[in-house]
């Protein structure tokens, strides 16, 4: 056991959101709908690589959001194999999808997916269940190796919350850029947050 929880202490989980799209440019909320990635998105995509490189992974399992942004991102960042895991796609915005949070105020004043309803989509209970097991097939195979998730904003954002043991709505307090870089892991037997938000510096990138 205390073999087990050593190489626990030391396990990385590193979270990795898509590249830049059309649609994240202009803050239009994109869950289902599979855009692609702007010329801006694949250079911050391949400037994520060497960032993740330098963690020094053990053997990492890649995971990605079936969307092509994610697979996209994964593949410039040099992130393979990867496995499309239908759990990792990002929180279903029903009909929201596509608006702007501006747009959505119009009819539903100080709206925000982390603290409203979203009709016709995903929960928080839905949104937190699919976090909740995408992180217990992760738990089960740190002990061996690492893992990168690479997906969204918002359902990255729930893993991050879910994983410091906060609920859902508590996603509202970790802001997840395009292309960043989130480092999950342990400190004393308690799960954590060894590293936030990390942007590598791309080609035209105005951040």
């Known amino acids: 056991m205390m073999e087990v929880m050593s190489?626990?202490?030391g396990a990385r989980l590193v979270l990795l959101r898509h590249g830049e799209t059309a649609w994240s440019k202009q803050h239009r909320h994109t869950g289902r709908t599979d855009v692609a990635l702007t010329a801006l998105g694949e250079e911050q995509a391949k400037a994520a690589g060497p960032l993740i490189a330098g963690l020094g992974l053990r053997d990492p399992l890649v995971l990605t959001s079936p969307r092509?942004?994610?697979?996209?991102?994964a593949e410039l960042a040099g992130l393979a194999p990867a496995t499309p895991d239908e759990d990792l796609a990002e929180w279903d915005y029903g009909d929201y999808e596509g608006l702007t949070t501006p747009q959505i105020h119009d009819h539903d004043p100080g709206w925000t997916v982390f603290?409203?309803?979203?009709?016709?989509?995903?929960?928080?209970?839905e949104v937190g269940?699919?976090?909740?097991?995408?992180?217990d097939s992760v738990l089960a195979v740190l002990p061996e190796r690492d893992?990168?998730?690479?997906?969204?904003?918002?359902f990255s954002r729930v893993l991050i919350a879910r994983w410091a043991e906060f609920a859902v709505r508590e996603g509202r307090r970790f802001?997840?850029?395009?292309?960043?870089?989130?480092?999950?892991?342990?400190?004393?037997?308690?799960?954590?947050?060894l590293a936030h938000n990390l942007i590598a510096e791309s080609k035209g990138d105005p951040r």
């Not at 269940?129 to 992180?135: E, N, P, Q």
Request: charge should be positive; avoid cysteine; proline fraction near 2%.
């Open 115 to 125: 603290t409203g309803a979203v009709p016709g989509g995903e929960s928080f209970a």
């Open 129 to 135: 269940a699919r976090a909740d097991r995408v992180l």
């Open 147 to 154: 893992a990168v998730l690479v997906g969204h904003g918002h």
């Open 7 to 9: 190489a626990i202490e």
């Open 68 to 73: 092509r942004r994610a697979r996209h991102t």
């Open 175 to 193: 802001v997840l850029s395009t292309a960043a870089v989130s480092v999950l892991g342990f400190e004393h037997d308690s799960r954590t947050i």
